[in-house]
């Protein structure tokens, strides 16, 4: 026994110290020198590329942002526009990394379809447009109305347990393609459009020749929560975009920022140190380098710089902070600490 102990000991310490090692999903990243990342086919705020095909939007920074972790590089992305019904299968079968796509989390998805939710995002909920010159001022008074809708997604279901829930009588039209969706409500085949309310607004504020001739009513009848998702499968690389999306979150709530970064790295607080990689090495535990979120901030700014560039105060859309406020300013947004 006196021969095992060093042994033991010896397996012990090694067990004792983490270390990651890459995933497979990370190797093929870094033999390829870029991530592929599944996004909208073009939903402003979102994911929608502009006419020199530059990518903006809120999940197209978070692409960048795990482009600059693992790559030191945000613009190493190649974005694969998908829609409602491609998302999914595109991930399943390795045609991308990792979907970043305005996609609800929820427990068929979660647990039937072979993904991993990530971080949530964007917190929404599902409302109703509908003309300014309908009078309509409340969901309550649609009972009996056509709604465009698109197939593929949650929207459909939610809207049909609103209505069942109400005795509304609804009568969904339904297409495959946003475009056709949109399309056929500005043309007044339908009475109403439905989807995430962030989509509503960007809709709106886009496709409509006057946005003031349409109005968001009131209710939310669904809970959205919106993130990335990856294969299941590869742990270590669904603990990195996690950790991206955490670290962006966190960031903002230590004040770190895009401009500030360089400033903060003389920080004394141990929590912006190991945000930033000059204090205890973070990056080791994912298989990426110290400063990998320091990379990430550089690229994109925290989560409410990446907010409200894409669709806060500083874009089009306009929309409030809501409950995408951080956790200590009355929001849901709560990191888990980097430690």
């Excluded at 110290?17 to 909208?40: E, F, M, S, W, Y």
């Excluded at 209505?163 to 056709?180: G, H, I, T």
Aim: proline share 4%; glycine share 10%; aromatic share 6%.
């Amino acid at each position: 026994m006196k021969h095992l102990a060093p042994a033991l000991l010896s397996l012990l310490a090694l067990l004792g110290t983490p270390n990651a090692h890459a995933g497979k999903t990370l190797d093929a990243i870094k033999a390829r020198g870029q991530l592929v990342c599944g996004v909208n086919t073009g939903l402003a705020g979102f994911g929608a590329a502009d006419s020199n095909g530059k990518w903006s939007g809120l999940d197209v920074d978070v692409c960048r942002a795990t482009a600059a972790a693992v790559l030191g590089d945000g613009e190493k992305v190649k974005y694969v526009p998908l829609n409602a019904q491609q998302r999914f299968t595109a991930l399943q079968s390795g045609e991308v990394d990792m979907l970043s796509r305005n996609t609800t989390f929820s427990l068929t998805r979660d647990a039937s379809l072979g993904m991993h939710m990530t971080a949530v995002i964007y917190y929404d909920g599902q409302g109703f447009m509908v003309p300014a010159k309908s009078k309509v001022k409340s969901a309550k008074q649609l009972k009996g109305a056509t709604v465009c809708v698109q197939s593929g997604t949650t929207t459909e279901k939610n809207m049909t347990d609103y209505s069942r829930a109400n005795d509304l009588k609804l009568k969904p039209v339904v297409f495959e393609k946003l475009e056709a969706a949109t399309g056929a409500y500005f043309s007044g085949r339908c009475a109403a459009y439905t989807t995430d309310a962030s989509g509503l607004a960007s809709t709106r504020n886009k496709e409509a020749k006057n946005p003031d001739e349409h109005i968001i009513l009131p209710e939310l009848i669904s809970k959205e929560p919106l993130g990335p998702m990856v294969r299941r499968g590869d742990d270590e690389w669904f603990a990195i975009v996690k950790w991206v999306i955490y670290g962006l979150i966190e960031a903002e709530e230590y004040g770190i920022t895009q401009a500030n970064l360089e400033q903060m790295k003389t920080s004394p607080d141990p929590v912006i140190a190991r945000i930033l990689g000059t204090g205890e090495d973070m990056g080791k535990l994912l298989g990426l380098e110290r400063d990998w979120l320091a990379k990430a901030i550089k690229t994109t700014g925290n989560y409410g710089e990446m907010f409200e560039r894409n669709v806060g105060s500083q874009s089009s859309l306009k929309l409030p902070r809501g409950l995408n406020k951080q956790w200590n300013k009355g929001g849901l947004m709560y990191a888990p600490p980097i430690r």
